[in-house]
Antibody
Framework: QVQLQESGPGLVKPSETLSLTCSVS?????????WGWIRQPPGKGLEWIGS???????YYNPSLKSRVTISVDTSKDQFSLKLSSVSAADTAVYYC????????????????????WGQGTLVIVSS | SYVLTQPPSVSVAPGQTARITCGGN??????VHWYQQRPGQAPVLVVY???DRPSGIPERFSGSNSGNTATLTISRVEAGDEADYSC???????????FGGGTKLTVL
């Protein structure tokens, strides 16, 4: 059974870089799938941040693209998120998840779904 | 950018049927996924590709998608179904994942 676990600082100062790591167990990242990050500000909805394949292919939310880097370490079955120049608006619970990207036969368009998810980690941006 | 619209809340009595909608421009042409999020927990996928259920999800959970509205239907609602439900699609025009704002299901 695939399990994901986020880790990293729970408090980051404004203008600094938020760094989180997701450790995957029960599955080898290099075997396939994309791996993604999603966040949820307190009391608000989910926001997709970005996803990465072990081959290096990445997709980022255009609204965050200039500040986001996702990387993968297949030797450790981990993938990481870096979000630069953070502000209070980046305060959120950050989730990692497996991203299954497939082509829909009827439309030949891509779709992605997230399953399973890590338990999430709260990151507060404050001085 | 593509926007998904959900009602903030839906209430239903135990044993009844709950229907949670997700509106989007020609959403019927996209593949819709639904997540359940109980308080303090991570989201769980309950329906994917409009109508399919992951293993372990009860048959009481079903989905449909047509035109500008996708719907998650929960039959014979139980107290344990009380949670936030979010829809999600992949917007191919901007190559990004998009979530609805979430709907809080209250079991009366």
């Amino acid at each position: 059974q695939v399990q994901l676990q986020e880790s990293g600082p729970g408090l980051v100062k404004p203008s600094e870089t938020l760094s989180l790591t997701c450790s995957v167990s029960g599955y080898s990242i290099s075997s396939g799938y994309y791996w993604g990050w999603i966040r949820q500000p307190p009391g608000k909805g989910l926001e997709w941040i970005g996803s990465m394949h072990h081959s290096g292919s990445t997709y980022y939310n255009p609204s965050l693209k200039s500040r986001v880097t996702i990387s993968v370490d297949t030797s450790k079955d981990q993938f990481s998120l870096k979000l630069s120049s953070v502000s209070a608006a980046d305060t959120a619970v950050y989730y990692c998840a497996r991203d299954k990207r497939v082509v829909i036969p009827s439309t030949m368009l891509w779709t992605s779904r997230f399953d399973p998810w890590g338990q999430g980690t709260l990151v507060i941006v404050s001085s | 950018s593509y926007v998904l619209t959900q009602p903030p809340s839906v209430s239903v009595a135990p044993g009844q049927t709950a229907r949670i909608t997700c509106g989007g421009n020609n959403i019927g042409g996209k593949s819709v996924h639904w997540y359940q999020q109980r308080p303090g927990q991570a989201p769980v996928l309950v329906v994917y590709d409009d109508t399919d259920r992951p293993s372990g999800i009860p048959e009481r959970f079903s989905g449909s998608n047509s035109g500008n509205t996708a719907t998650l239907t929960i039959s014979r609602v139980e107290a344990g179904d009380e949670a936030d439900y979010s829809c999600q699609v992949w917007d191919t025009s901007s190559d990004r994942g998009v979530f609805g704002g979430g709907t809080k299901l209250t079991v009366l």
